[in-house]
């Protein structure tokens, strides 16, 4: 299939054009070249931004590396930093419309929840900033009379922010507040698909009081600009969240100089439905989880394992639920689901749909590309007789693209769970608490949810199991994995060791 993008202009829009800021100046690109977003929903281009280079991200490492070696962020209080942290969260709420905006036009989400995310995000910066002052090492007095153990927090350095477009501002509102709360200094890199709103909050850091340097943020593509900031010596952690397969390749590139690697990555995540379960909630719940944000969303419920006796009923059920999602223009305040990210990326999910339909899945619903006469669109799409071993089963479809599997047995339901790479969520329904709760215990997944879906808050973890990560971001831990941990062991009185008299 070819998708041929419809443009539709954006009434009122500019064109909107964006440098870097290393070292606390916005500066162009050391090659002077660009890069132009058109909006996936709107097919016109809608921003420019500078195609950074390695020698502009060695800029921005020299720059973070100064800044945490020599500057104040570093050595100021938690108290102080705080302060800034919240200032910030002020900001972004403030700037929530515009920030909402440039991330709807750029990633083709509904404006409604780009703005849900913009207050959630600022809600996850608030978080950081509490956390920042609770960050604390240990003390050992038990260690006998002439010891005393001190376990100090240090922050880890110098610490490399790369980002995906499924969330822009969200996602690094993940990362980088944490590390801020403890005294890191940063280069941020944003997708190269969706940079503006990223580049925005470089200015409400500086608006905020955050020192030259202690935030760098720099646009360009993966291999050109976000390599070097995987392998550079002077950057002591890589923050990644983006696709498995780019992970690795992170994961292999900090291994040369054994940096800290966090990784958020892919997921294929299952609902279980069992009979009992409130099946109004639950197709309400597996509407907005296989279709939230076009299913580009590393949590997607993507995969349903309906109990048999239930299978067809629901099947049908969510099939006409889906037929009143409303998707369409994201800048349409009604809209629930909007554009796809490129038009090789709904190529894509349109693969998958063919492959699935060849290999013996039937299509229940959608199945195919939209034409609503601008940008591009995926019909929401179900379907069904999927066996656990096709590719639609098993692999990211990153789009509004729902698999219905069947279970019999408890055990069955848990084994299909399990019989993939990923881990990063799963849901389980049912009004019986021993169902919930065995499912929760043995499917290997880092949140799984009771009768509910995709819901979060910043003091709850996040992170997946096998390849769909390695670390967690958020709750109370989250300061804590952007530190080294340091032992002073001290000692007092006379030296009672090996070869001294006792
Ligand atoms: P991607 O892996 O293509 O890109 C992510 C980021 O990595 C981008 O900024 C990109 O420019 C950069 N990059 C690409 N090549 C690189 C390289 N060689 N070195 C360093 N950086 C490089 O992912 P994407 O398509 O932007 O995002 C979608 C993926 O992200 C999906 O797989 C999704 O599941 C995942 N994701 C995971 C989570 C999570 O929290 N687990 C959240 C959102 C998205």
Not at 84 to 110: Q, T
Not at 190 to 199: D, N, V
Not at 426 to 440: E, H, K, N, P, Y
């Amino acid at each position: 299939m070819t998708v041929l993008v419809k443009p539709k202009p954006i009434e009122g829009h500019k064109v909107r054009a964006f440098q870097m800021l290393i070292d606390g100046k916005w500066v162009d690109s050391a090659e002077g070249r660009t890069i132009e977003r058109v909006a996936p929903g709107h097919g016109v281009v809608v921003s420019r931004y500078q195609a950074g280079t390695k020698a502009d991200a060695e800029k921005a490492i020299a720059a973070a590396r100064r800044a945490f070696d020599e500057g104040s962020w570093p050595r100021m209080t938690a108290s102080q930093r705080s302060l800034v942290l919240l200032r910030a969260a002020d900001i972004i709420a403030e700037r929530a419309d515009e920030l909402a905006y440039l991330d709807a036009i750029e990633s083709g989400k509904p404006i409604s929840q780009a703005k849900g995310e913009l207050g959630g995000a600022a809600d996850i910066w608030r978080y950081a900033a509490a956390l920042a002052r609770d960050l604390h090492g240990e003390s050992y007095n038990t260690l006998g009379d002439g010891t005393l153990g001190v376990v100090l927090r240090e922050a880890i350095g110098v610490v490399s922010i790369i980002t995906p477009w499924n969330f822009p501002f969200l996602i690094v509102s993940q990362k980088l507040p944490f590390a801020l709360a403890a005294g890191c200094t940063t280069v941020v890199k944003p997708s190269e698909l969706t940079s503006a709103s990223t580049l925005l909050l470089g200015e409400i850091l500086e608006a905020a009081g955050v020192p030259a340097g202690v935030v760098n943020i720099i646009t360009g593509t993966g291999p050109e600009v976000g390599a070097p900031m995987t392998t550079h010596p002077d950057v002591d952690m890589v923050s990644f969240t983006g696709s498995t397969g780019v992970g690795r390749l992170t994961m292999a590139n900090a291994a040369q100089t054994l940096k800290k690697v966090s990784l958020e990555l892919g997921g294929k995540n299952p609902q279980i439905v069992f009979p009992d379960a409130n099946l109004d909630e639950f197709i309400d719940a597996a509407v907005f989880g296989a279709y939230f944000n076009a299913g580009e969303c590393c949590n997607a419920g993507s995969r349903l394992i309906l109990h048999r006796d239930i299978a067809d009923e629901v099947t049908r059920r969510i099939a006409e639920l889906s037929a009143k999602v409303k998707v369409g223009d994201p800048l349409d305040p009604e809209t629930q689901v909007g554009a796809i990210i490129t038009p090789q990326h709904l190529e894509k999910i349109a693969g998958y749909v063919s492959a699935a339909s060849r290999d013996g899945a039937a299509v229940a619903h959608g199945g195919t590309a939209l034409d609503l006469g601008m940008g591009q669109f995926m019909a929401p799409t179900i379907l069904s007789s999927v066996r656990p071993d096709m590719a639609v089963a098993r692999e990211e479809v990153f789009g509004p693209v729902l698999s219905v599997l069947t279970f019999e047995t408890t055990e069955e339901a848990i084994r299909i769970a399990n019989a993939i790479d990923y881990g990063l969520s799963a849901g389980v329904w049912s009004r019986g608490f021993d169902t919930c709760l065995t499912i929760g215990r043995r499917v290997r997944a880092g949140t799984i949810w009771m009768n509910t879906f995709m819901d979060g808050a910043p003091e709850l973890p996040f992170g997946g199991y096998r390849q769909s990560g390695l670390g967690r971001e958020l709750g109370r831990h989250s300061v804590e994995d952007y530190t080294e941990t340091k032992t002073l062991n001290m000692h007092m009185g006379p030296r009672t060791g090996w070869w001294m008299p006792r």
